[in-house]
């Protein structure tokens, strides 16, 4: 009978520092954060910043060229992101699920954006690709389901399957 007295109030305590870390709308109210990637960064690694629901933004130095796989997947209230002009890759599913990110403009150093790279971000408006882009894999806007406008420049010579 004891064990079963401490469980149930462990798992009271549990649910009483969950409902006071959330808002009703389940938006984190402590820890937010705006990330800035350090200086002398080449690549964000993939994972680097998966699930984290307390970044609400993130700015990435000049210098950095790839952002890897799933770096930034299910940052779910990430509003914005703001890309340096040294970016050259997105890697598969960098951004997937970022339900909170209305706008990307891509930078003109950016030559791939790998399939899935923006997947499921349901939030998402605006897209401007400028030219130099060459490939789009495919569902890299896939689910995107308010999307209204994408800016697709002449020098892209693949669009994957389902990339919008």
Known sequence: MKKRSVIF??????????????????????GVVDVTVEKGTITVSSNAFWGRDDIRSVTLPEGVERIGGW?????????????????????????YGCDSLETVVIPSGVNLIENNAFLSCEGLKTVVIPEGVSVIEYQTFSYCDNLTSVTIPSSVRKIGFRAL
């Open 9 to 30: 109030s462990l798992l009271l305590l549990i649910q009483s520092v969950f409902i006071s870390l959330f808002a009703q709308n389940g938006e984190p109210l402590l």
């Open 71 to 95: 770096a930034f997947a299910h940052c779910h209230f990430m509003k914005t992101i703001v890309l340096p002009k040294s970016l050259k890759v997105i890697d598969h599913y960098a951004f």
